[in-house]
């Protein structure tokens, strides 16, 4: 059975001593001072001491080692308690930061039974302290120790403890054991092992499964008989780094069809989830998933890998385009409104510049004319220069230029993502609750809103800014769409990964 299946970031150790008065005096001094330095160097914020005793006449010998190691610990600051393993509770906090389990047991086959009922240990560190005659590979045969939870074994060579770390990349593969650091009483602690997920960034060319929500330019996938082989763009990126520096392989999945009661806070267009077989069964969620209650039980997210924006987008028509960009350089020829206004203002000038054969002499008479051709040189300036700026710069009037706005206009029709209603947004939210919700379990694909943006006239939606802009530059819209700034909230993306998935704090590293 596995030694780490839930969350619990809380470290364990176990002590071997010897039942021999002089002896035990010695084990438990030397316990205690190794206990003292590593919680210097861990900083953990109490000892819980879980003791399992497998014989009645050890009771009494035990309960003398634990009194004696208590007093000690309590004499170097740290606050101790002592516990039976059938009533222990992971769920008890410390003061200050997680505690240090201490479990006691003195076989190999007790040892075991202890560590297959630690069944919420995972993230966690152990010190267990074997003899020096103890083979380290042998105790460990059968159990597994995840990726992700940091399992110390203490063992004494003379006057000094060796400290190696123990883990499985994964329940297949065999146990490796690592040298770390060592302690004694002249010493003191001394730890070389760096960070536990750099020395543990090596996954030994291991096949890691991840799905592809949809094919779009943040992913860019290569397909070979309409099965994804290669994944590029910004999030294949990411993939492509990670698996050369962790040394894994990459197996994409094309997630299911998706509709938009899916999606809200995590990256439309990305890998949205990583997982691989353990305890005999697969962590999968293959399709993006709304950042929300009922999902946090399932699905970790990881850290937030990129910013973008949720806005109001609808597709501008042919009509309100060339109404609206009167002298755009889009057009194929000027409106007839601006010819007019050309063709007379260029009559104008003509007329303002005429030659005279005679030069007038009255004074009043010279003033006309100086003024007519003053006001028709500056007339025609002024509208080149207005010529130039709407043929250079385009204003689109939309008919709303926020969510308020645009929840009063009940001409249009829209959706929006599902989990709106934990938005942060005021407005977002309302509008699920008003127009969405109701309707939420017939919503469309996204494929079907692509198409019903360019389709109808009046059709909103409320989508990614990346996932608008991916779709038109891969060519699947077949209009303008235009996004209205105003009308939008941040979005933050990440791919949700499995929870209890051994791999999640080295892929988040």
Same mark, same amino acid.
């Given at each position: 059975?596995?030694?780490?299946?839930?969350?619990?970031?809380?470290?364990?150790?176990?002590?071997?001593?010897?039942?021999?008065?002089?002896?035990?005096?010695?084990?438990?001094?030397?316990?205690?001072?190794?206990?003292?330095?590593?919680?210097?160097?861990?900083?953990?914020?109490?000892?819980?001491?879980?003791?399992?005793?497998?014989?009645?006449?050890?009771?009494? &010998?035990?309960?003398?080692?634990?009194?004696?190691?208590?007093?000690?610990?309590?004499?170097?600051?740290?606050?101790?308690?002592?516990?039976?393993?059938?009533?222990?509770?992971?769920?008890?906090?410390?003061?200050?930061?997680? /505690?240090?389990?201490?479990?006691?047991?003195?076989?190999?086959?007790? #040892?075991?039974?202890?560590?297959?009922?630690?069944?919420?240990?995972?993230?966690?560190?152990?010190?267990?302290?074997?003899?020096?005659?103890?083979?380290?590979?042998?105790?460990?045969?059968?159990?597994?120790?995840?990726?992700?939870?940091?399992?110390?074994?203490?063992?004494?060579?003379?006057?000094?403890?060796?400290?190696?770390?123990?883990?499985?990349?994964?329940?297949?593969?065999?146990?490796?054991?690592?040298?770390?650091?060592?302690?004694?009483?002249?010493?003191?602690?001394?730890?070389?092992?760096?960070?536990?997920?750099?020395?543990?960034?090596?996954?030994?060319?291991?096949?890691?499964?991840?799905?592809?929500?949809?094919?779009?330019?943040?992913?860019? +996938?290569? $397909?070979?008989?309409?099965? /994804?082989?290669?994944?590029?763009?910004?999030?294949?990126?990411?993939?492509?780094?990670?698996?050369?520096?962790?040394?894994?392989?990459?197996?994409?999945?094309?997630?299911?069809?998706? &509709?938009?009661?899916?999606?809200?806070?995590?990256?439309?267009?990305?890998?949205?989830?990583?997982?691989?077989?353990?305890?005999?069964?697969?962590?999968?969620?293959?399709?993006?998933?709304?950042?929300?209650?009922?999902?946090?039980?399932?699905?970790?997210?990881?850290?937030?890998?990129?910013?973008?924006?949720?806005?109001?987008?609808?597709?501008?028509?042919?009509? &309100?385009?060339?109404?609206?960009?009167?002298?755009?350089?889009?057009?194929?020829?000027?409106?007839?409104?601006?010819?007019?206004?050309?063709?007379?203002?260029?009559?104008?000038?003509?007329?303002?510049?005429?030659?005279?054969?005679?030069? /007038?002499?009255?004074?009043?008479?010279?003033?006309?004319?100086?003024?007519?051709?003053?006001?028709?040189?500056?007339?025609?300036?002024?509208?080149?220069?207005?010529?130039?700026?709407?043929?250079?710069?385009?204003?689109?009037? #939309?008919?709303?230029?926020? #969510?308020?706005?645009?929840?009063?206009?009940?001409?249009?029709? $829209?959706?929006?993502?599902?989990?709106?209603?934990?938005?942060?947004?005021?407005?977002?939210?309302?509008?699920?609750?008003?127009?969405?919700?109701?309707?939420?379990?017939? #919503? +469309?694909?996204?494929?079907?809103?692509?198409?019903?943006?360019?389709?109808?006239?009046?059709?909103?939606?409320?989508?990614?800014?990346?996932?608008?802009?991916?779709?038109?530059?891969?060519?699947?819209?077949?209009?303008?769409?235009?996004?209205?700034?105003?009308?939008? $909230? +941040?979005?933050?993306?990440?791919?949700?990964?499995? &929870?209890?998935?051994?791999?999640?704090?080295?892929?988040?590293?």
């Amino acid at each position: 059975m596995p030694l780490c299946v839930r969350t619990v970031t809380l470290a364990a150790m176990l002590l071997m001593c010897s039942a021999i008065h002089g002896e035990n005096e010695y084990c438990v001094r030397t316990t205690a001072a190794i206990l003292n330095a590593l919680q210097k160097h861990f900083n953990f914020g109490c000892v819980i001491i879980v003791w399992r005793t497998d014989s009645a006449l050890l009771v009494l &010998k035990e309960t003398l080692v634990l009194t004696q190691l208590e007093k000690l610990l309590v004499k170097f600051g740290l606050q101790t308690a002592v516990v039976q393993h059938e009533s222990l509770d992971f769920n008890i906090q410390c003061r200050h930061n997680r /505690p240090l389990y201490v479990l006691l047991s003195g076989t190999r086959t007790s #040892l075991q039974i202890l560590l297959s009922e630690a069944r919420v240990a995972q993230d966690a560190r152990w010190l267990l302290f074997l003899s020096n005659t103890s083979l380290i590979k042998e105790v460990f045969s059968e159990i597994n120790v995840p990726l992700n939870c940091e399992l110390l074994v203490a063992q004494r060579h003379d006057e000094m403890v060796h400290l190696s770390e123990v883990y499985r990349v994964h329940v297949s593969y065999p146990v490796e054991v690592h040298r770390l650091g060592s302690w004694s009483r002249a010493e003191g602690l001394r730890w070389a092992g760096g960070h536990i997920l750099q020395r543990r960034g090596n996954l030994r060319g291991l096949r890691l499964r991840a799905a592809l929500a949809l094919a779009c330019a943040s992913t860019a +996938p290569t $397909f070979v008989n309409n099965k /994804p082989v290669k994944v590029g763009g910004y999030f294949g990126n990411i993939w492509s780094t990670l698996e050369e520096t962790l040394n894994f392989r990459l197996e994409v999945l094309t997630a299911m069809s998706m &509709k938009i009661s899916v999606f809200w806070v995590v990256a439309l267009c990305s890998l949205v989830d990583v997982n691989q077989r353990f305890r005999g069964h697969t962590a999968s969620v293959i399709r993006a998933m709304s950042m929300k209650i009922s999902v946090f039980w399932v699905v970790a997210h990881s850290v937030y890998l990129s910013t973008t924006h949720c806005r109001v987008s609808s597709a501008v028509s042919a009509d &309100k385009v060339r109404d609206l960009n009167t002298f755009s350089n889009s057009s194929k020829q000027i409106p007839s409104r601006g010819t007019n206004i050309l063709k007379c203002s260029q009559k104008n000038f003509q007329f303002f510049k005429r030659r005279q054969d005679s030069t /007038p002499k009255s004074w009043s008479c010279r003033a006309v004319y100086l003024t007519s051709y003053l006001v028709g040189v500056v007339l025609l300036a002024a509208y080149s220069a207005a010529l130039i700026s709407c043929i250079t710069v385009k204003r689109t009037v #939309l008919p709303f230029q926020t #969510l308020q706005e645009f929840s009063r206009d009940e001409t249009y029709k $829209f959706n929006i993502a599902a989990g709106g209603e934990y938005s942060l947004d005021n407005d977002a939210k309302s509008l699920y609750k008003q127009r969405i919700a109701p309707v939420e379990n017939s #919503l +469309p694909s996204y494929e079907e809103v692509l198409n019903r943006i360019c389709a109808e006239p009046r059709y909103a939606t409320i989508l990614s800014s990346s996932y608008i802009e991916s779709s038109q530059a891969m060519n699947r819209l077949k209009c303008s769409v235009t996004g209205v700034y105003k009308a939008s $909230f +941040p979005e933050y993306l990440s791919m949700p990964i499995a &929870k209890g998935c051994p791999y999640y704090r080295i892929l988040n590293y």
